[in-house]
Structure formats: C-alpha cells, structure tokens
C-alpha cells in the first residue's frame, strides 16, 4: 500500500468498531498507538477443532446492558503480551475482520480480562498501520452516528 498519511481516513482517541463475524457491532474501543495487539474483552471458554482448524469459543459481557454473547474465533496463537504495566500475560490470539468506519480488514486481537477498563476493546497499531492516520485530539471521526449524538458538527 503506497498511501501517504494524508490520504489514510482519520481516527479519533476513541470510535465505535464492529467484529462482523462475532456478531459483535457498535463496540467502543479506545485508539492506542502505544500498544501493538489489538484486545478485546473476552472469556475464553474452550478450545476446540473444525475442519482441521484450531477454533476458541469465549463470551464477551457487555455489563451496562446485561448482555454475555459467546463467540466463536479461529484460534491463531497463544502469546504473551506485556501491559502497559509491565507484566507479561499469555493470551489466546484470534483473527477476525474489523471494521472501523468504512474500511474493514483482518486483524489479530488478543482475548483479554477488560472488566476494569472503561473501553471493551482496544485497538493497537498492527491494526491502525497503514489503515488510518490517529487524531487524539477528536473523537468518533469514523463514527458519524455518535457525532451527532454527542453535540459535535458531522
């Protein structure tokens, strides 16, 4: 991909991203360069086997809304991640498409414990590479429907 930044579509601090394939849509997420693997709060509940690939099945809460939806993701990796702390966790590793406004893409994102954070998910640079140009200074710039509802010109 030969596009210069200025052609990239731009991102906010935070925007509204969906996971098609989980059925998973409107899910705030917090834009953060600072991280590599994209992470999404989820609890794995097991690992299984399909058509000779390796698939994990793990719930996702959504406690504002009461709502546990469970998953099913083609298991790529386990690998160990370090926190913004620090530590290093051994995570399940899935590939799925993302889509964050209009562009929608695979990418890899690590299953994590998110409960304490205020966003569900996180999305790390491996994601954003290429993809899109991060304004921290805004937000909801790929997501127009909460643009408006928060006061802010489309």
Known sequence: MSEKPNDLPVV???ELVHLPELGLHAIPAKIDTGARTSS???EV???FERDGQRY???AVDFDQQHVRQVCEAVHVDVRGITSSNGETQYRY???TPLKIGDLEFRAEISLANRRDMKFPMLIGRSSLRRRFVVDSGYSWLQTPEMKVKKGHKP
Do not use: N, S, T
């Open 56 to 58: 994990v099945r793990f």
């Open 12 to 14: 906010g601090w935070r």
């Open 40 to 42: 999404l709060h989820g």
């Open 93 to 95: 590793v899935i590939k």
């Open 45 to 47: 509940i097991e690992e």
